[in-house]
Structure formats: C-alpha cells, structure tokens
C-alpha cells in the first residue's frame, strides 16, 4: 500500500472514530436530557437565589444596618454610653437594638465592638466581656485594641494574669512601633501591680531596647527603677 493510500485509510478511520464519538455523545445527551436539564436549571436557581439573597436582601440590610449605627457611633465618641447602648428612644435604636435586629452582617459585628467597649466604661465587666469576645475581624488595626479591650476588662476584675495575656497578645497582634509597645506597656504594669518585678523590669528593659523612638520607650527608664524599687522593699 503507498503512503498516500496509507494516510488516506488513517484518516478515514480518524473520521469514523470521532464519528462515532459524536454518535455517543449524542447518545448520552437523548438519553440524559432530563436529568441534565435538571441538573442545569437547578445550578441556575442556585446562583439567582444566591444573588436575590445578596443583593436583595444582605446588601440593603447591612446598609440599613449602618445608617442606624452612625448615631451611634456619635454618641460613643462623646461618651454617651447609655444612649449609644439604648438609644434615644426616637430616630436611634441603640447598638443593643442594632446588633439583635441586624444579626449576622458587619455593621453588628462592629457594633459588639463598641458596645463592649461602652459597657467597659459603664464598669460593667461582664457584658464588656459578652460582647467583646463576640466581635470577629482579621483587622490589623482592630483585631489588636480589642484584643487589649478585653485585657483591660480583666484588669478592671482584679484578674491580672488573664489581663496580661491579653496585653501581649495584643501586642504581637499588631506587630507596629506605635501600638506594640503600647499594648507591652500595659502588660508591664500589670506585672507591677501584681508583684511580678523581675517580669515587668524585663518587659521594660525590651521595650526601651526594641522601641526606643515611641513614648512607651522613652519613659521605660522610669518604670524599671520603680519595679527595682519595688523589688527591694518587698
């Protein structure tokens, strides 16, 4: 057999091949169409339900949500804390309010912060506690402060040691020359206050190395000789 008639006879059993192939397909197709179109129509619910829900429903809802929590947010930065809680019994529900009517979006989650952080003020560490340990964010710049929130909840309940893991965590956290020695200088003191003086002269001595430029650096010196001081009086 030539050659020419060779690549003849191979393409013609190419073109038979994928021939049948289509044949099968075919095949598949009649024989599944129902179930495929099921399938189909059911991926296709799916995804609409999914964006009526989105834009629909979660959208407006969070946006509803916000505009609620910016009173809210002014009576907080004014110290206002039992309206910022409770409302003003007109135009402004309260971040109480807020958080049960608006369950599941951002604005509620943000509003656990500040209604934590309200009730700290208020002294009432147990609901501070509630709802700041209820707020979830991956924030570098909120994750820490509420970290270190509930750090000076335990400070305020005599309970120093919890306090103190709070503070550092806080501190690695945020993992910044600003907030960092902040948060180890409020561990610091709380090593003072509970009687750990080698632990707070330690904590010292780092941040005066490691944040030498931050206030928190600059006045290490002071709180070391206090634990020194301290420490030889004990």
Not at 56 to 61: A, E, F, H, I, S
Not at 62 to 71: D, G, H, I, S, T
């Amino acid at each position: 057999m030539s050659a020419k008639k060779n690549k003849e006879s191979q393409a013609e059993k190419s073109f038979e091949n994928i021939g049948e192939a289509l044949t099968s397909s075919e095949q598949f197709l009649e024989k599944n169409q129902k179930s495929l179109l099921t399938g189909l129509l059911v991926v296709v619910l799916l995804v609409g339900a999914y964006l009526a829900y989105h834009y629909l429903y979660k959208v407006p809802r969070n946006e509803k949500a916000q505009a609620a929590l910016f009173r809210g947010e002014r009576y907080f930065q004014e110290g206002e804390d039992s309206l910022a809680l409770f409302g003003n019994g007109n135009d402004y529900p309260g971040f109480e309010a807020i958080i049960s009517q608006f369950k599941g979006t951002r604005t509620a989650n943000l509003a656990h912060a500040y209604a934590g952080i309200a009730y700290n003020r208020m002294e009432n560490n147990e609901k501070a506690l509630e709802h700041l340990k209820k707020f979830k964010s991956s924030d570098l710049l909120i994750s820490p402060a509420i970290t270190g929130a509930i750090g000076d909840v335990y400070m305020n309940m005599g309970e120093g040691e919890k306090a103190i893991n709070q503070f550092m965590s806080a501190a690695k956290e945020a993992d910044d020359q600003m907030l960092s020695p902040l948060y180890y200088k409020k561990a610091g003191n709380a090593y003072l206050v509970a009687g750990h003086y080698d632990k707070a002269i330690e904590l010292f001595t780092r941040i005066r190395e490691e944040y030498t430029n931050t206030p928190e650096g600059q006045e290490a010196d002071k709180y070391i000789r206090q634990a020194e001081l301290l420490k030889e009086s004990k």
